[in-house]
């Protein structure tokens, strides 16, 4: 099986909101095959809040020495391709992420500014998002109640290291939470 790990930092919760961060962990079977982590610079007419860059712990200078997003979504191209034959119906990354649909909608508008309409002939309609089974693990009474559901409660829960909101360390911290929950469901 593929996976593709994935998380993404952006500058707000908009459709206009720019892709500032994006991260990933390609894995085939039980191996991991690549890891990237690029920092994007925000794009001509996007938004960029103080309060995300105040979460994320960046500036708007910082941010603008990034690389260009046309260079970055060359790359991440090349990743995809590298792994999945988009023409085949049957080879397709499984998504795996925190609230995993964000960052698929994330990277399906940064897709599409560049011409590529295509995302879903990369992935699966499916994901793997360990935010998804908590009401489910709390009902079978495998994990507590906590005081909230983000993914630094859930890391702080199973003593997972995490230094958060950085997409690539977020992406790291989930693998491993999506490791300790699917152990729980056994």
């Known amino acids: 099986m593929k996976i593709l ?78 792994y999945i034959d988009k023409y085949n119906k049957e080879d397709k990354f499984l998504v795996a992420g925190y609230n995993v649909r964000f960052d698929i909608d994330v990277l399906n508008r940064f897709l599409r500014r560049h011409g590529e309409k295509y995302l879903f002939s990369y992935i699966q309609s499916t994901t793997l998002d360990p935010l998804q089974w908590i009401a489910a693990l709390q009902l079978l009474k495998k994990v507590p109640v906590l005081k909230d559901n983000k993914l630094e409660t859930w890391c702080n829960h199973f003593e997972i290291e995490l230094k958060a909101h950085n997409s690539l360390e977020d992406i790291k911290a989930t693998k491993a939470l999506t490791k300790k929950m699917m152990l729980l469901m056994r």
């Open 5 to 82: 790990f994935i998380d993404t930092e952006t500058g707000g919760v908009t459709e206009k909101s720019a892709l500032i961060q994006l991260s990933g962990i390609v894995q085939i079977g039980k191996e991991v095959a690549e890891e990237f982590d690029f920092y994007i610079k925000p794009f001509s007419g996007s938004e960029v809040t103080d309060e995300a860059l105040r979460i994320q712990g960046r500036t708007r200078k910082e941010i603008e020495q990034y690389n260009p997003e046309e260079e970055i979504f060359k790359k991440f191209m090349q990743i995809l391709n590298k």
